[in-house]
C-alpha cells in the first residue's frame, strides 16, 4: 500500500472530511498548515505548533534553497530533522516566490531565472532543479513547479501559463521518479515522497477545468494543489473557480488550496470542497498585533481602547494567549513593542484557523455543516463591519 492515501470519512455538501495518511503521520482534514518559510513558524516552537493543533506544516524551497541550502539541510538529515518536526511536511516548488517576489526574473521554457531578494545573485530554478532542490529537503509531499500568472491576467496569460505547468510537470514527474530510483548515499535515509501536479487556469472557469482533466489524463496523483487564487481577484471569481474544480477533482484525492488561509476564506472554501490551507497572515498579522476573534472579527490590538482591557484576545479560545494573559497586557506589549506581543498573537491566530478547520471537521462528521458555518460566516462577518 502507497505511503500516501487519502480516506474520506464524510461529507456535507461539497465539504468533506477525511485523513490524509503520510510517512510522518496522518493530517485529519480540512486541515490549516502553518507556514514555516525558512524551517521556521516565525517565533513558534515546534512544541508549540503541535500544542496549538498543528499536523502538516508547509516549508518554501526558494528561501531554504537560498538560505541554508538544500544541500546543507540534506546533510543535516533533511528538514524533519533539522527542525526537528516529526509531523508532515509539505515543500511548495518556488514558483510562486520567483514569480511574486523576486525583482528581476525571466521566464523560459526551460525555467525561470531570478535574482535572490538577499544578494542579488542570480539563480536558474527549472523543473528537474526544483525536483532535486524538494529532494534533498525531503519533505512528504512536494509540489510541481509551476507557472503562476498574477492577478489580472489574461486569458491568453492564462493560457499559456496552463500550457507551460503542464510541460512543466511532465519534467518534473520524470525527475521525480529518476530521483527515487536513485540509491541514497551510505547513512542517508531515503525520503517518502509523494509529488502534487498544481491546477492553474486563473479565473477563467473552462481554462480550469480544462486543466484539471489535462492534468488527471497525466496519472493517478495522491493530491492536487490549487494554484493561482487569492492573487488579486474578487472573490466570487475564487468561489466559482473551486465550483468548477469540485467536479473536476477525483473525490479521493486531497486537495490544497495555496496560499488561502483568512478565516472567512479558509471557511468558504472548505465548503466548496478544499482540504488543505496554508497562509502566511497568521504570522504576519501576528507581528503587527493584529488577531482574529470570532466577535469582533480582525482586531489591532495596539489601540487605546484596550488598555484596560482584562478580556482574552477572544473569549472563546482555549490557546496559550487566550488562557494565560489579558488585552490590556498584549496592548501593552505591542506598544513596547516586546518580542513576547508577537509570540503570543501569532499563537492565538494559529490556533484560531486549526480550531476552525477542526470544528468544520466535526461539523461535516456530525452533518451539522452547513447550517454552522452559514452561521460562523454571518457572525464572523457582522463582527468585521
Ligand atoms: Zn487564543
Not at 107 to 118: A, C, K, N
Not at 198 to 225: C, K, P, S
Request: hydrophobic share 40%.
Amino acid at each position: 500500500m502507497s505511503a500516501f492515501r487519502f480516506e474520506l470519512q464524510g461529507t456535507a455538501g461539497a465539504a468533506r472530511a477525511g485523513t490524509f495518511h503520510t510517512p510522518h503521520g496522518p493530517v485529519e482534514t480540512p486541515a490549516f498548515m502553518p507556514v514555516g518559510t525558512l524551517g521556521t513558524v516565525k517565533g513558534i516552537t515546534a512544541a508549540e505548533l503541535r500544542d496549538l493543533g498543528a499536523s502538516m506544516i508547509l516549508a518554501n524551497t526558494y528561501h531554504l534553497y537560498l538560505r541554508p541550502g538544500h544541500e546543507l539541510v540534506r546533510e543535516l538529515g533533511g528538514l524533519h530533522e533539522f527542525m526537528r518536526w516529526p509531523g508532515p511536511i509539505l515543500t511548495d516548488s518556488g514558483g510562486f516566490q520567483v514569480f511574486s517576489l523576486s525583482g528581476i526574473r525571466e521566464i523560459r521554457d526551460d525555467g525561470v531565472e531570478f535574482q535572490s531578494h538577499i544578494d542579488g545573485s542570480r539563480h536558474l530554478f527549472t523543473p528537474e532543479s526544483v525536483m532535486e532542490i524538494q529532494r534533498a529537503l525531503g519533505a512528504d509531499v512536494v509540489m510541481a513547479f509551476d507557472e503562476c500568472p498574477p492577478g489580472g491576467a489574461s486569458r491568453a496569460q492564462a493560457e499559456e501559463a496552463n500550457e507551460r505547468t503542464l510541460r512543466w510537470l511532465e519534467r518534473c514527474r520524470a525527475r521525480f521518479e529518476a530521483l527515487e530510483l536513485e540509491t541514497p548515499a551510505e547513512g542517508v535515509e531515503r525520503p517518502r515522497q509523494s509529488l502534487f501536479p498544481i491546477v492553474q487556469g486563473n479565473v477563467f472557469e473552462d481554462l480550469r477545468q480544462a486543466h484539471a482533466r489535462q492534468i488527471r489524463t497525466m496519472g493517478d496523483w495522491d493530491g492536487y494543489g490549487i494554484g493561482g487564487l487569492s492573487v488579486g481577484e474578487a472573490k466570487p471569481d475564487t468561489y466559482r473557480a473551486l465550483e468548477v474544480l469540485d467536479g473536476e477533482l477525483p473525490r479521493d484525492r486531497p486537495r490544497y488550496l495555496m496560499g488561502v488561509g483568512y478565516p472567512e476564506d479558509l471557511l468558504e472554501a472548505v465548503s466548496r470542497g478544499c482540504d488543505l490551507f496554508d497562509c502566511v497572515a497568521p504570522t504576519r498579522n501576528g507581528r503587527r498585533g493584529s488577531a482574529w476573534t470570532l466577535d469582533q472579527g480582525q482586531v489591532n490590538f495596539k489601540a487605546a481602547r484596550y488598555a484596560r482591557d482584562r478580556l482574552p484576545l477572544d473569549p472563546g479560545c482555549d490557546c496559550l494567549a487566550c488562557t494565560t494573559v489579558d488585552r490590556a497586557y498584549i496592548r501593552h506589549l505591542i506598544v513596547a513593542d516586546e518580542r513576547l506581543a508577537e509570540r503570543l498573537v501569532s499563537i492565538h491566530n494559529l490556533r484560531f484557523l486549526t480550531r476552525l478547520a477542526g470544528t468544520a471537521r466535526a461539523r461535516v462528521l456530525d452533518g451539522s455543516f452547513p447550517e454552522w458555518a452559514r452561521d460562523w460566516l454571518e457572525r464572523y462577518r457582522k463582527a468585521g463591519v
